[in-house]
């Protein structure tokens, strides 16, 4: 006998990586508490909802990506979401005792955030979960060619964007 | 390959989701109360059979629905019966009477013989 998702291990497991993946895409601290319930809600509804999954963390993020897409466009917020990353860096990555790395996260927060949000998402899943260009296109349900264009376009403008500090601190 | 740029970027370390959303969000899931669960639980063994078994029911009772008037709807069946029986029946009522009494319908043309033969008497006398 099989035994029903447990929600807190899934949470345990996999809130660390959707936590961020989702700020990242989002920008908003508000919207990802929003998606994360959502997603783990959706969990618990549905007991079956992750039989035959072989890569249940790949899942979750497919799971949360579309939450996250449902929001932006329940919201309106896809627009936005360009206009308003400059003056919403959101707090994305951990602080730094360094100034110099400080000032790099900050910068590489605002970087990220004047990318469109399905290219953020592949350069998140590709750099910070280390995902495959084909796990990359399951996750966003995307053929892996595009996966792989979107990433090297996004990376290109994210090198040119931070040239001047990444030249400076490297 | 990663870039030196790329692994500079992989470096840098994101936020860790606040501690106190756990308790929040898992608070807020259906799940997290077993209560809510327990005829899951009792599915659970093997939910493709109670499915299965659950489809079978319905198959029944449509083709039950579809094909039993008579069945389903005794009383509705009843009264068409009559209905359409009524008729026949004040027919065979007829016939009946007709022929259990015939010498009431027959009668008035058959009992004035008398008569005839009497204005036949008179016409001959005449």
Known sequence: ?170 | MNSDFEKRLQEQPMREVPGEWRARILAASPAASSTSVWWRQWLWPCPQAWAGLGAAWLLILGMNLAAGDGPAHPATATVAFSRQELADLRQQQAMLAEIIFPVETAEPPKLNPSPRSEMRRTEVVV
């Open chain 1, 1 to 170: 006998m099989s035994s029903l998702p447990n929600i807190e291990r899934l949470y345990d497991d996999h809130a660390s990586a959707l936590f961020p993946f989702l700020l990242n895409v989002l920008r908003n601290e508000a919207d990802t508490y929003d998606v994360m319930q959502e997603v783990f809600a959706k969990l618990a509804r549905r007991s079956g909802l992750l039989d035959g999954v072989r890569d249940e963390r790949g899942f979750l993020l497919r799971l949360a990506h579309n939450a996250a897409i449902d929001l932006m466009r329940r919201q309106g917020t896809r627009a936005r979401n360009y206009e308003q990353l400059a003056a919403e860096p959101a707090a994305l990555f951990a602080g730094s005792g360094d100034p110099d790395e400080q000032v790099f996260r900050e910068k590489l927060a605002e970087a990220l955030g004047e990318l469109p949000p399905d290219q953020r998402a592949i350069v998140h899943l590709k750099l910070w979960e280390k995902l495959t260009f084909q796990a990359i296109a399951e996750a966003l349900e995307i053929p892996p060619n595009t996966a792989a264009s979107r990433y090297r376009y996004a990376r290109d403008k994210l090198r040119e964007r931070l040239r001047p500090i990444y030249d400076e601190i490297k």
